[in-house]
T-cell receptor, first 113, second 112 residues
Framework: DAGVIQSPRHEVTEMGQEVTLRCKPISGHDYLFWYRQTMMRGLELLIYFNNNVPIDDSGMPEDRFSAKMPNASFSTLKIQPSEPRDSAVYFC???????????FGSGTRLTVV | KQEVTQIPAALSVPEGENLVLNCSFTDSAIYNLQWFRQDPGKGLTSLLLIQSSQREQTSGRLNASLDKSSGRSTLYIAASQPGDSATYLCAVGDTGRRALTFGSGTRLQVQP
């Protein structure tokens, strides 16, 4: 099993540009989570899905952020337009319904200049 | 809203020492508590998961305890090694909500 796969590993973009982060969860996992990590705020939940349906998006900062899960093997987190304060490491994680263990991806380091 | 606090923020010890990392949470209605390890520039690796009905879990040199009533958990590392150097994160799963709330972590440095 290749684990949770995130792409890209690093992204540098200019303010105002659209950014799309991608995640492939572990096959068979029912839950998918997007977290953001910064020095100031630590790890914060942005949104999570159960069986491709968004369950809790209360952590999504504002309308500039959107997340989709069109099928069980793929999710995207989009920021449009991006701002310097969005610079952070974005993690995707997945989990099975009957097992509360989490598997995290390696993260995407986003820098908005 | 659940809040998770970890003390100390950073810790440096000589190799071979036994050490304790602390985690506290404000809402005791939790479903489980997990400890993770994060190496610089890497993702999180799950170390131990304690269900709310359990008091402790052990894996090798690691032992995690949970006291729901007082809102506390400890991670005990025996005979520390330089390879244990990393940031250790405590995370709480609340009843009725699948997502985890994380503490800010303890950065551990084990000196050879």
């Amino acid at each position: 099993d290749a684990g949770v796969i995130q792409s890209p590993r690093h992204e540098v973009t200019e303010m105002g540009q659209e950014v799309t982060l991608r995640c492939k969860p572990i096959s068979g996992h029912d839950y998918l989570f997007w977290y953001r990590q910064t020095m100031m705020r630590g790890l914060e939940l942005l949104i999570y899905f159960n069986n491709n349906v968004p369950i809790d998006d209360s952590g999504m900062p504002e309308d500039r952020f959107s997340a989709k899960m069109p099928n069980a093997s793929f999710s995207t987190l989009k920021i449009q337009p991006s701002e310097p304060r969005d610079s952070a490491v974005y993690f995707c994680a997945s989990s099975e319904a009957g097992d509360y263990g989490y598997t995290f991806g390696s993260g995407t380091r986003l820098t908005v200049v | 809203k659940q809040e998770v606090t970890q003390i100390p923020a950073a810790l440096s010890v000589p190799e071979g020492e036994n050490l304790v990392l602390n985690c506290s949470f404000t809402d005791s209605a939790i479903y489980n508590l997990q400890w993770f390890r994060q190496d610089p520039g890497k993702g999180l690796t799950s170390l131990l998961l304690i269900q709310s009905s359990q008091r402790e879990q052990t894996s090798g040199r690691l032992n995690a305890s949970l006291d729901k009533s007082s809102g506390r958990s400890t991670l005990y590392i025996a005979a520390s090694q330089p390879g244990d150097s990393a940031t250790y994160l405590c995370a709480v799963g609340d009843t009725g909500r699948r997502a985890l709330t994380f503490g800010s972590g303890t950065r551990l440095q084990v000196q050879p």
